[in-house]
């Protein structure tokens, strides 16, 4: 059975850090691309983040860039984003996706898996 389990989201106040993990089973993580999404209330699904199979390549979306860090660790079928300088407008679910061939995808529709996802909420 495919899996993407997302963790390590929670309360953190701003300013503070956040490593959030995704771990993956049932297919051959090496061979996907990995995406980072996040969707607060009343918003679209935002793309944050996305690394190639490889972990060579990566993607920022311009409200985390500098922020945030993408990396995945293939021998551990598991990818990691981790947040520094939190603000209370990344207060989202936090989704990881997966998306076959070795470059990843600014567009949700185009990834195949995707978690449950996880909260994160940035409030003092």
């Known amino acids: 059975q495919v899996q993407l389990v997302e963790s390590g989201g929670g309360l953190v106040q701003p300013g503070g850090s956040l490593r959030l993990s995704c771990a993956a089973s049932?297919?051959?993580?090496?061979?996907?691309?990995i995406g980072w999404f996040r969707q607060a209330p009343g918003k679209q699904r935002e793309g944050v983040s996305y690394i190639s199979t490889s972990g060579t390549s990566t993607y920022y979306a311009d409200s985390v860039k500098g922020r945030f860090t993408i990396s995945r660790d293939n021998a551990k079928n598991t990818a990691y984003l981790q947040m520094h300088s939190l603000k209370p407008e990344d207060t989202a679910v936090y989704y990881c996706a997966a998306a076959v061939g070795p470059q990843g995808h600014q567009e949700a529709y185009r990834y195949d898996y995707w978690g449950q996802g996880t909260q994160v909420t940035v409030s003092s």
């Open positions: 049932g297919f051959g993580f090496d061979y996907y691309a």
